[in-house]
């Protein structure tokens, strides 16, 4: 009796280990099956890059003018910066630039100290000790007609012939709305990419299927011949004429 048990547990437990053994090549073939599924649509597929570039003017241009002027006291200096102001005004206004151009006009006003260092038998210390006021008037310019700015921008420094703290910034130049550039970019990257899938495809045989995916890259403004990019876009500020450059990912099936 115990024997018959011990062949019967024998036979049970052999069973088990070849309906296991079975299990695993039955699921190691479906997923080999599975893995040659998605080689091979991977392998009749396509992704390539489409890129569009237009060349644009700059629509708006703006700058800064800032004046300094010192003085011990602050009737003195406030006298003085409005002779100064009053000198850039008009300097702005030979130029072209005109009031309705000028704009974030502010005025500030800090006390300037001199640093006092002393050394008594080794013992070095130091005192502030006050040197005037340094005022400063600041004004921003911006206006549509970029050729005013570009023609006579450098022209507002000659006023330091006259005694005139001024300081102008580098001009920066915008294109107002790049938006309205997107959709003709697209046509042509997206074009672009097709062509390059095209001749890739018929050189290994095969042909052109159709559009799986799509993705636009963001927008890049950059100065002529520049080689800058960015995976967050990049918006050159400093030239008035500007490339834009967009970027078309595309997947294809293959046939």
Same mark, same amino acid.
């Given at each position: 009796?115990?024997?018959?048990?011990?062949? =019967?547990?024998?036979?049970?437990?052999?069973?088990?280990?070849?309906?296991?053994?079975?299990?695993?090549? &039955?699921? =190691?073939?479906?997923?080999?099956?599975?893995?040659?599924?998605?080689?091979?649509?991977?392998? %009749?597929? &396509?992704?390539?890059?489409?890129?569009?570039?237009?060349?644009?003017?700059?629509?708006?241009?703006?700058?800064?003018?800032?004046?300094?002027?010192?003085?011990?006291?602050?009737?003195?200096?406030? =006298?003085?910066?409005?002779?100064?102001?009053?000198?850039?005004? %008009?300097?702005?206004?030979?130029?072209?630039?005109?009031?309705?151009?000028?704009?974030?006009?502010?005025?500030?006003?800090?006390?300037?100290?001199?640093?006092?260092?002393?050394?008594?038998?080794?013992?070095?210390?130091?005192?502030k000790e006050f040197?005037?006021?340094?005022?400063?008037?600041?004004?921003?310019?911006?206006?549509?007609?970029?050729?005013?700015?570009?023609?006579?921008?450098? %022209?507002?420094?000659?006023?330091?012939?006259?005694?005139?703290?001024?300081?102008?910034?580098?001009?920066?130049?915008?294109? %107002?709305?790049?938006?309205?550039?997107?959709?003709?970019?697209?046509?042509?990257?997206?074009?672009?990419?097709?062509?390059?899938?095209?001749?890739?495809?018929?050189?290994?045989?095969?042909?052109?299927?159709?559009?799986?995916?799509?993705?636009?890259?963001?927008?890049?403004?950059?100065?002529?011949?520049?080689?800058?990019?960015?995976?967050?876009?990049?918006?050159?500020?400093?030239?008035?004429?500007?490339i834009i450059r967009?970027?078309?990912?595309?997947?294809?099936?293959?046939?």
């Amino acid at each position: 009796m115990e024997k018959n048990c011990s062949t =019967a547990r024998i036979i049970t437990i052999s069973v088990v280990v070849v309906s296991i053994i079975v299990g695993m090549t &039955i699921s =190691a073939f479906m997923l080999s099956r599975f893995m040659l599924r998605i080689q091979n649509t991977t392998e %009749k597929s &396509i992704t390539v890059k489409g890129v569009a570039e237009k060349e644009v003017k700059a629509d708006l241009a703006s700058f800064s003018c800032t004046l300094k002027v010192s003085a011990k006291e602050k009737s003195v200096g406030f =006298a003085k910066l409005n002779n100064a102001q009053a000198m850039l005004d %008009k300097k702005l206004e030979i130029l072209g630039f005109t009031k309705d151009m000028r704009f974030d006009e502010s005025i500030t006003c800090a006390a300037d100290y001199n640093i006092i260092t002393q050394r008594d038998n080794g013992v070095v210390t130091e005192r502030k000790e006050f040197a005037g006021y340094d005022f400063t008037y600041l004004i921003t310019i911006r206006t549509s007609n970029v050729a005013l700015v570009t023609e006579n921008v450098l %022209k507002i420094n000659t006023l330091v012939r006259n005694n005139v703290d001024v300081t102008v910034s580098e001009p920066q130049y915008f294109v %107002k709305n790049p938006e309205q550039y997107k959709l003709e970019l697209v046509n042509l990257a997206s074009a672009s990419a097709a062509e390059r899938a095209k001749v890739a495809a018929s050189q290994s045989g095969s042909s052109l299927g159709p559009l799986m995916t799509a993705r636009q890259g963001v927008i890049q403004i950059t100065s002529p011949a520049s080689t800058e990019t960015s995976d967050y876009g990049v918006y050159n500020t400093s030239s008035p004429v500007k490339i834009i450059r967009l970027v078309m990912t595309m997947t294809f099936n293959l046939k």
